[in-house]
């Protein structure tokens, strides 16, 4: 297996811009996470999806945060419009039923 | 409610000495453990985990951890550092009960310096 893909590895965008941030988990896991990094923050989970359905979404810090699971293999973050303070590294991890395991990663800059 | 420290920022050892990154937890039940390593511009990377069982658990290059109840803690350890171990160190629990099951609450990381 690929492991955890997370397309774009960097985005770079202007304020004001939408943002689509993509993943595709381990297949056959039944969980989806969607986490943001920073230095000031550390670790934040924003996110998580069991069997496509989002279970919670208490870590989403603003309405112009939206994720989606369509499907069991594909998974989207979006921010829109995009804000500076959104720069950061998003990751996105799949697990079945202990592990979660880390896609490398998206770099988000937002100018 | 789960949560877990990591009392120490960082932790800076030098190579061929032992190595420590403590651990420290709370859940209502039965916790399972778990930590991860993370390298620069890399994402996580699971390296050992505690569900049951043995106390000692051994995980990849080396590391190993100690699930100790009465203390609520799951320290990781090595007996030799490398340089090369110098990274991000992320301890991470999830109570075997409840409705969050499949989150993680991770820690904030400490980082390790392993110095030649």
């Known amino acids: 297996d690929a492991g955890v893909i997370q397309s774009p590895r960097h985005e770079v965008t202007e304020m004001g811009q939408e943002v689509t941030l993509r993943c595709k988990p381990i297949?056959?896991?039944?969980?989806l996470f969607w986490y943001r990094q920073t230095m000031m923050r550390g670790l934040e989970l924003l996110i998580y999806f069991n069997n496509n359905v989002p279970i919670d979404d208490s870590g989403m810090p603003e309405d112009r945060f939206s994720a989606k699971m369509p499907n069991a293999s594909f998974s989207t973050l979006k921010i829109q419009p995009s804000e500076p303070r959104d720069s950061a590294v998003y990751f996105c991890?799949?697990?079945?039923?202990?592990?979660?395991?880390f896609g490398p990663g998206t770099r988000l800059t937002v100018t | 409610a789960q949560s877990v420290a990591q009392p120490e920022d960082q932790v800076n050892v030098a190579e061929g000495n032992p190595l420590t990154v403590k651990c420290t937890y709370s859940?209502?039940?039965?916790?399972?453990l778990f930590w991860y390593v993370q390298y620069p511009n890399r994402g996580l990377q699971f390296l050992l985990k505690?569900?049951?069982?043995?106390?000692l658990v051994k995980g990849s290059y080396g590391f190993e951890a100690e699930f100790n109840k009465s203390q609520t803690s799951f320290h990781l350890k090595k007996p030799s550092a490398l340089v090369s171990d110098s990274a991000l160190y992320f301890c991470a629990v999830r109570d075997s009960y409840g409705g969050s099951q499949g989150n993680l609450i991770f820690g904030k990381g400490t980082k390790l310096s392993v110095k030649p």
């Open positions: 991890a799949s697990s079945d039923i202990y592990e979660q395991y």
């Open positions: 297949s056959g896991h039944d969980y």
């Open positions: 859940v209502s039940g039965n916790p399972y």
């Open positions: 505690y569900i049951t069982g043995d106390n």
